[in-house]
């Protein structure tokens, strides 16, 4: 037999029985959504490929043949990428038997129901021998058992269980016995024992023994330990780069991590030391009659089996079942979470063509690993389980990464893994048990969004509020749900009051058709806005978009109902109370009306504006910056040239005059009518002019967002313009002072 045809044949038997991964329960979860027909193969016994030869009475040894050890060594050293989830299979299997023996203690007359208490599983390490034990007290194994399972690389026992028991139910659809994630004992391990005694009346105690080079050996166990009842005990000789599993604390991690919630009690043999109060005997030598012994405190150190998983997996019950307060004590405890108190959660299952349990909770602050990135790829929030059995937690399609803060648990059978249980397939069950998840996170922050303690969806907005303006952008199949869920600030806003566009729309003037909004680097700036004092004036009311992420999300909602949004920072603002036309008409006549200064400051402002344009909604400003249809806003800008010289880019001149703004002038306005002055009596080449022109437009830019490129040259027009009125009142005080003199003389010169 050829190497590659050996991996054929073991691929394909593991699909076609369903049982490649002893911890997956059907072909659909371990391999996805697969049609392969592979009904022509069968799994690889050992005792197929090789020849039993009988060593003595007790024990006989089979030998494998050099394709099968190869195949061994790639399920053994490439199979997995993570050694710590030998615990984690080996646990799995030793629950799985514990279950079987359960449910055979009540239906099979053949078991012995003398020993009814509940399964175990204890495990102890030996430091001085380098082993790991871990036994059950579950169904245990037959000699011939022993062979079939443990002696093909792709077996499954359970499966077969399940497969005896005609169509099964939930309560024994077990995750797996012996097959591939036995074998994960040699992740950690250079030799396995495996000591059994099947719960069958009269059963012997046998011993299964390999290094998983040539040759495994079965033989009756009457030297050592005697297994009570029934059961399975596992003894791993420890490699020596794997001696840090033989720790307690390590091995109490690992359990807590993935095996926390099995259903049957997970004991370690660890050292506990405990303080106690005794007297102490040299302070009491001198001690009257009368007087009370003095006492002091000794650490007292006893061993013992300590349990791990106490705590419950409160998805598999009923709602009904559940209080608030268990909900909350598993969110803290699952999610050490011990300061947090979730603001809500639902609680439900998927039952049919897929079965899926789940708990989510939207927490009621960011999480720290999100404070410092909002998609950090070390934030666990999805965990996923399989009958109990923690999987993983870094699958990130199981939810899209808008719902990146969304925490909790999902368990299903159906999940499409691949063979060692660490990448999740992209599948049709993927995708619905996705979609679930995505529409009851959904109803969990609209639920909160129609609290009466609106206090609530404000400490949520301003925790995860930024996530669904991500979910309005990259989600377009959800999009039209999220964007309900938005809030904003408003001109009509005070403090943290936000408005939903909803409620924008319920405010509006009567025939207002458009939904204003200005975009600028927060609240005050907003406030300040030229753009928005356009609209506002008017008494329409303007949402404030303060953050880059606005800009871009707000891209992807141009309508909302029947309601148009309107950016007023853009050109050709046209409001719901006039006629286009007559706009239009008014705009060439103001033009036309103030010629000379609209030229003089598209010559004096070349370079900086694109064109000039006199304009009559402003109300208090001189002159504001706004840019055309498709220009960015000053905040966009600012982002772009940090993202350019991030990436090692120049901020100098990346967005060329595409961006460059139009300056819009008010020519009611005091200072546009004193420049309009000078430029007419003074003439173009005018020195004051020019500088005014320029104060012009730098007020503008500063309070349309922009920053001032030149702030020296912007310095020295401000101390130039400070100079001369310094200049003008010393005049002023100098004429004032001369004429009072002269005064004073004329009065003197009549008195005399």
Known sequence: MKFSHAITVVVASAVAVGAFVPSVPSTRMMMGASNTKTTSFSPLAMSEVVDAVTVDESAETFEFQAEVGRVMDIIINSLYSNRDVFLRELVSNAADACDKKRFLSITSD?????????????????K?????????????????????????????????????????????????????????????????????????????????????????TISEENTGEPIEGSGTRLILHLKDDALEYMEPAKLQELLEHYSEFVEFPISVWKEKTE?????????????????EPKMKTVPETTEGYEQMNTNKPIWLRSPSEVTEEEYKDFYQSAFRASYDEPLAHTHF????????????????????????????????????????????????????????????????QDLPLNVSRE??????????????????????????????????YIMFWNNF???????????????????????????????EEYASLDEYIEGMKENQKQIYYVTA??????????????????????????????????????????????????????????????????????????????????????????????????????AALVQSAYGMSPTMQRYMKAQNVASGGSDAGMMGSFNQAVLEV?????????????????????????????????????????????????????????????????KDVEVEATSVVQEHVEDNHENV
């Not at 303080?275 to 007087?291: F, G, R, S």
């Not at 079965?355 to 950090?376: A, N, R």
Request: proline share 3%; net charge negative.
């Open 521 to 622: 680097d927060g609240t005050e700036k907003a406030q300040m806005s030229p753009a928005a004092e356009k609209v506002r004036s008017r008494g329409y009311e303007v949402l404030y978009l303060t953050e880059p992420l606005d800009e871009i999300m707000i891209e992807s909602v141009t309508q909302y109902k029947e309601f148009k949004l309107v950016d007023v920072s853009k050109e050709g603002l046209n409001l719901d109370d006039e006629d286009q036309e007559e706009r239009k008409k008014k705009e060439e006549e103001l033009n036309e009306d103030h010629k000379a200064v609209k030229d003089y400051l598209e010559t004096s402002l070349t370079g900086k504006v694109s064109k000039v344009k006199m304009t009559d909604l402003l109300a208090e400003s001189p």
């Open 275 to 291: 303080y106690k109060q005794v007297p102490d005997e040299e302070a009491n030598k001198d001690l009257a009659e009368d007087e």
């Open 349 to 412: 299952s998927l039952e049919g063509q897929i079965e899926c349990k789940s708990i989510l909770y939207i927490p009621g602050m960011l999480p720290f690993e999100l404070s410092k990135d909002m998609f950090d790829e070390d934030a666990r929030n999805i965990r996923l389980y399989v009958k109990r059995v923690f999987i993983n937690d870094k699958f990130d399609d199981i939810v899209p990464r808008w719902l990146k803060f969304v925490r909790g648990v999902v368990d299903s």
């Open 666 to 730: 008010n020519p009611a306005h005091p200072i546009v009518q004193d420049l309009e002055r000078m430029v007419k009596s003074q003439g173009e080449g005018s020195a004051e002019a020019k500088n005014f022109a320029e104060m012009l437009y730098d007020v503008a830019a500063l309070t349309s967002g922009y920053e001032i490129e030149d702030s020296g040259d912007f310095a020295q027009r401000i101390l130039s313009m400070m100079t001369s009125k310094a200049k003008s009142d010393v």
């Open 423 to 456: 990448i999740l397939q992209k599948s049709k069950v993927l995708s619905i048990i996705n979609k679930r998840l995505v529409r009851k996170s959904l109803d969990m922050i609209r639920d909160i969004a129609s609290d009466e303690d609106e206090s609530k």
């Open 465 to 495: 509020g930024k996530y669904l303006k991500v979910g309005v952008i990259e989600d377009a199949r959800n999009k039209d749900d999220i964007i309900p869920l938005l809030r904003f600030l408003s001109s009509k806003s005070s403090g």
């Open 110 to 126: 053949e078991a012995d129901g003398a020993n009814l208490d509940e399964p175990t599983i204890q495990i102890k390490s030996d």
């Open 128 to 216: 001085e021998a380098m082993t790991i034990t871990i036994e059950d007290s579950g169904v245990g194994m037959t000699k011939a058992e022993l062979q079939n399972n443990l002696g093909r690389i792709a077996q499954s026992g359970t499966k077969k269980f399940v497969e005896a028991l005609g169509e099964g139910s939930a309560d024994v659809n077990l995750i797996g016995q012996f097959g591939v994630g036995f074998y994960s004992a040699y992740l950690v391990a250079d030799k396995v024992e495996v000591v059994t005694k099947s719960m069958q009346a009269d059963s012997p105690q046998f011993k299964w023994t390999s290094d998983a080079s040539s040759s495994y």
